[in-house]
């Protein structure tokens, strides 16, 4: 079990760090053995720890150069595939937070069992004028509060907002 407890836990450590190295020599190993093993007759560990093997001199020492690259480039393709997943969670993360973001919040007043608009959207402007075809006249029966939108006097009303 690689991922268990939250404890510390120094023996599961080393046997990560012990799987990890052991996959990685046995992928080389692979790859030696294809690239190398067909040009030499004896495949020894000289292959994989002997740096003066690993020249453009020699064909046996482009084949170890191959077989490094061909290691590598699995360990590239999985840190690729790695960020391309990374990227692709955050943007669509990104996108369904935004579309979560941007849907109305509905503000009840607990009091008055209310919903806050802004008065505009209703034909009312936040100086308590109703705007009604040509005609502007003053609601005084209205309670008036700060508008939370432009900091003026908001109209609140059951018959210009209505009931919810």
């Not at 599961?12 to 990890?20: F, N, R």
């Not at 084949?63 to 669509?92: D, K, Q």
């Not at 505009?120 to 502007?136: F, I, P």
């Amino acid at each position: 079990m690689f991922y268990g407890a939250m404890i510390w836990d120094p023996w599961l450590i080393l046997a990560q760090i012990v799987c990890i190295q052991s996959l990685y020599y046995m992928s080389l190993g692979i790859f030696l053995w294809a690239f190398v093993g067909t040009q030499v007759p004896e495949l020894t560990l000289k292959y994989f720890f002997n740096h003066s093997l690993v020249t453009g001199a020699s064909v046996v020492g482009w084949s170890v150069i191959a077989a490094y690259i061909v290691n590598s480039l699995c360990g590239f393709l999985w840190w690729f595939v790695f960020i391309l997943c990374v990227v692709i969670t955050a943007l669509f993360g990104e996108w369904l937070c935004m579309r979560r973001e941007l849907k109305d919040i509905p503000m009840r007043s607990t009091r008055l069992g209310y919903v806050l608009k802004h008065p505009s959207s209703e034909g009312v402007s936040c100086d308590g004028t109703v705007k009604a075809d040509n005609d502007v006249s003053t609601l005084s029966s209205l309670s008036p509060r700060s508008c939370m939108y432009c900091g003026l006097d908001e109209i609140m009303s059951r018959s210009t907002h209505g009931d919810v």
